[in-house]
């Protein structure tokens, strides 16, 4: 199964563009073709395990919505701090309401929120939604758990 990641483009040459580039990542473990029982296994792996799967293998995910203020806040701040978080643009995923529900019941539960996104894992560790990242941030915590997780090399 291949999940929409959106990750900064490594512009490395001259002056300092910073577009980011969508790519899709793939989540089942698999090659370049998988056979018929791995891709049988993608199909059936639940929501929970997608968001298990992606926050655990990547330093910094995002789950967001394109067209959400605050998932644009959340993304603007860990791209000014140099981060390059996976994106998961749960409206432009097949499976972005099942995730969705996940994240509902992970955010929602912790906080008593109603909406699910934007939700921040760093360091395979659900870390929440905007009202606690900016709170890191403001508190000083976040660049210290950034570079725990290898997000910051600073």
């Known amino acids: 199964m291949q999940v929409l990641a959106k990750k900064p483009s490594s512009g490395g040459g001259g002056g300092g563009g910073g577009g980011a580039e969508i790519r899709m990542m793939e ?3 698999g090659g370049e073709e998988s056979s018929s029982s791995s891709t049988v296994a993608a199909a059936a792996r639940s929501p929970y395990e997608m968001v298990r799967q992606l926050g655990s293998c990547n330093a910094v995910v995002v789950f967001s919505m394109s067209g959400c203020c ?7 701040l860990l791209f000014g701090l ?13 499976a972005g309401p099942h995730i969705q529900a996940v994240l509902f019941d992970l955010l929602g539960a912790a906080v008593g929120r109603h909406q699910a996104v934007p939700a921040v894992f760093v360091g395979g560790k659900f870390l929440g939604g905007v009202e ?5 941030h403001i508190n000083g915590t976040l660049v210290p758990l950034l570079k725990d997780a290898g997000a910051l090399w600073l």
């Open 70 to 76: 605050m998932s644009t806040v959340v993304k603007q």
């Open 27 to 29: 989540i089942d473990g």
């Open 82 to 94: 140099g981060v390059g978080p996976t994106v998961v643009e749960l409206d432009q995923h097949a």
């Open 132 to 136: 606690t990242l900016m709170a890191c």
